[in-house]
């Protein structure tokens, strides 16, 4: 986190409405903005494929960053929000990873976004609810872009308990967060060897809240999983600078059907088996996952389809990250699965 960021968070912290329990989701208006919350942000990750079976990951995020709660009868000229949004591109089968940053304010429309429903924006980067449902995704930098609609094919599952996704023990140290989990992606992707039209699966997470992690907690390592069978899971583990886990960690398992069960730390367990260091920043990442699920006979090994997924953020939220696409095996209720998703790591720059 930078120290403009920093800075940002601390101000005015009072003024901001925090992510307690006993919240009640409303869509669609709760897939757009809310402008008491101090930090939000939309995220979107993906597998996809051309007609060959060539693979690509992406990655599109917009921030929100409070500055101040936002005012009836205001200037067009002032400065409520900060946002930054991260767009990335990973491409296994040439060994590339493309990623670029970019950073706006909400002044006179160069960034924003809407309340009532989904619609965020940063310059020509965009993410959208279409009428119909659909999540229309749009970035372009230079060489690289996509231009994707994402149908949800399972409707939106809450995260958390009571209505936060806690990530720590202090009050209002939570957010308020969902996520449509299955999300049939198709559009083009382009590269600099031209536009490849692709398909495949996308995965979006919407948060909000205005509370810092708890003291102590230096990152975290998220995970998102689809498998083949029609699962799905996230996991975040909270870290400490010892590496160990805050109990706040958690997770969300859903079935084919769209039912979710909530996975406190006690049902899961997430161990590392190798690491790569990045030969740019020198930071070392973990590399390759075992996660298991006892009480449903769950075993995966989770592989990054490509070593050099690192995010260098310098120009929009600061320090640097490891967001990559991966591919899942093992077995799942006594049965092999396969699958895909995205892993992320933060911190990790910090030690």
């Known amino acids: 986190m930078s120290v403009i960021l920093g800075l940002l968070f601390a101000a005015a912290a009072a003024a901001w409405q925090p992510a307690l329990p006993g919240y009640s989701f409303a869509f669609p208006a709760d897939y757009g903005a809310h402008e008491q919350s101090r930090d939000e942000w939309w995220y979107y990750t993906g597998n996809l494929h051309d007609a060959r079976g060539r693979r690509f990951g992406f990655e599109l995020t917009f921030f929100r960053v409070g500055v101040q709660p936002s005012l009836a009868g205001g200037s067009p000229?002032?400065?409520?929000?900060?946002?930054?949004?991260?767009?990335?591109v990973t491409d296994p089968a040439t060994g590339v990873y493309y990623h670029?940053?970019?950073?706006?304010?909400?002044?006179?429309?160069?960034?924003?976004?809407?309340?009532?429903?989904?619609?965020?924006?940063?310059d020509q980067w965009a993410a959208k609810r279409?009428?119909?449902?659909?999540?229309?995704?749009?970035a372009r930098a230079d060489a690289i872009g996509l231009r994707l609609s994402l149908a949800p094919r399972k409707l939106a599952v809450i995260n958390g308990l009571?209505?936060?996704?806690?990530?720590?023990?202090?009050?209002?140290?939570a957010s308020h967060y969902y996520s449509f989990t299955d999300l049939a992606a198709i559009g083009t992707l382009s590269l600099p060897s031209g536009d490849v039209a692709v398909s495949g699966t996308a995965w979006n997470d919407h948060e909000w809240g205005s509370a810092d992690l708890e003291a102590g907690v230096v990152g975290?390592?998220?995970f998102s999983v689809q498998l083949a069978d029609g699962h799905e899971l996230m996991l975040y583990l909270l870290r400490r600078?010892?590496?160990?886990?805050?109990?706040?960690?958690?997770?969300t398992l859903v079935d084919r059907?769209?039912?979710?069960?909530?996975?406190?730390?006690?049902?899961?367990?997430?161990?590392?088996?190798?690491?790569?260091?990045?030969?740019?920043?020198h930071v070392r990442y973990p590399a390759g996952w075992r996660v298991r699920l006892?009480?449903?006979?769950?075993?995966?090994?989770?592989?990054?389809?490509l070593a050099d997924q690192e995010f260098d953020a310098a120009h929009s939220t600061g320090g640097r990250y490891w967001e990559g696409a991966c591919s899942a095996s093992g077995r799942f209720g006594g049965k092999s699965v396969r699958g895909f998703g995205y892993t992320e790591l933060t911190g990790y720059d910090t030690k």
Do not use: M
């Not at 940053?101 to 924006?121: K, P």
């Not at 009571?162 to 140290?173: F, L, Y």
């Not at 600078?241 to 997770?251: L, N, R, T, V, Y």
């Open 130 to 138: 279409s009428p119909g449902g659909n999540h229309v995704l749009r």
């Open 257 to 281: 059907s769209g039912r979710t069960d909530h996975l406190p730390l006690s049902k899961f367990s997430v161990s590392s088996f190798g690491t790569w260091t990045s030969p740019s920043s």
């Open 294 to 305: 006892p009480s449903y006979g769950a075993d995966l090994t989770i592989v990054p389809l």
């Open 77 to 88: 000229w002032d400065i409520d929000d900060l946002y930054f949004a991260h767009f990335a």
């Open 241 to 251: 600078a010892d590496g160990s886990a805050i109990p706040q960690s958690s997770g």
């Open 162 to 173: 009571d209505g936060v996704s806690q990530k720590g023990s202090c009050r209002g140290c």
């Open 220 to 222: 975290w390592d998220w």
């Open 100 to 122: 670029v940053d970019r950073t706006g304010r909400a002044a006179l429309g160069q960034a924003g976004a809407e309340t009532g429903d989904e619609r965020v924006w940063l």
